[in-house]
């Protein structure tokens, strides 16, 4: 059983910064794809980014493709989201993701939450204009 906890989360200005870590409890961690999905209120979780279990392959949502990276540390057991020119529609909890399904994470599956079988409890990122 995988547990994901996520943190770094907070109430920040349009156009800043923050980043949001993701700690697995597992110790074969470096064999699961990971992913950052987000809801925000009203809406539906949605996709955001994912990395392969290497590190070397990463897919993004159009929505934050040039301003979110997500990459791992698999020594430490944790994935990471920087976010940049942070916008107020950013505003969502965020969620971190485990799949310890193969394939490739540049395919549609990775893209869809069906495809993880473990979650965080979740980090609330909120963005003022």
């Known amino acids: 059983q995988v547990q994901l906890v996520e943190s770094g989360g907070g109430l920040v200005q349009a156009g800043g910064s923050l980043r949001l870590s993701c700690a697995a409890s597992?110790?074969?961690?470096?064999?699961?794809?990971m992913a950052w999905f987000r809801q925000a209120p009203g809406k539906e979780r949605e996709f955001v980014a994912a990395?392969?279990?290497?590190?070397?392959?990463?897919v993004y949502a159009e929505s934050v493709k040039g301003r979110f990276t997500i990459s791992r540390d698999n020594a430490k057991n944790t994935v990471y989201l920087q976010m940049n020119s942070l916008k107020p529609e950013d505003t969502a909890i965020y969620y971190c993701?485990?799949?310890?399904?193969?394939?490739?994470?540049?395919?549609?599956?990775?893209?869809?939450?069906?495809?993880?079988?473990?979650w965080g409890q979740g980090t609330q990122v909120t963005v003022s204009s």
């Open positions: 993701a485990a799949s310890a399904r193969s394939g490739s994470v540049s395919g549609s599956g990775p893209r869809s939450e069906v495809w993880y079988g473990y």
């Open positions: 597992e110790r074969t961690f470096s064999s699961y794809v």
């Open positions: 990395i392969s279990w290497s590190g070397g392959t990463t």
